[in-house]
Nanobody, 115 residues
């Protein structure tokens, strides 16, 4: 059974940084493409960053140059380093294997950026 536990969110001023973590169980992050997603109030969930099985990363234009996705295969954990945060980054952030069947999502972690 897949479980995804996101953590590390919080309240930060614009320009600040946060590091999100996603601890996975029931699925190996080393053999799955993993993604970080976010959902802002009143908006659809969007894909923020991905990492392929071989470690290639890709980012949404809105976060490129500010966010960095990394993973620790030994800990089965994925990270999202977020720098130069903007108020428009305010959202609940989730991680998930990109090709996970079904509609399972973790509880997410709230990121709030004040101006």
């Amino acid at each position: 059974q897949v479980q995804l536990v996101e953590s590390g969110g919080g309240l930060v001023q614009a320009g600040g940084s946060l590091r999100l973590s996603c601890a996975a169980s029931g699925v190996s992050i080393s053999i799955n493409a993993m993604g970080w997603y976010r959902q802002a109030p009143g908006k659809q969930r969007e894909l923020v960053a991905t990492v392929t099985r071989v470690g290639s990363t890709n980012y949404a234009d809105s976060v490129k140059g500010r966010f960095t996705l990394s993973r620790d295969n030994a800990k089965n954990t994925v990270y999202l380093q977020m720098n130069s945060l903007k108020p428009e980054d305010t959202a609940v952030y989730y991680c998930r294997p990109v090709r996970l069947p079904g509609d399972y999502w973790g509880r997410g972690t709230q990121v709030t950026v004040s101006s």
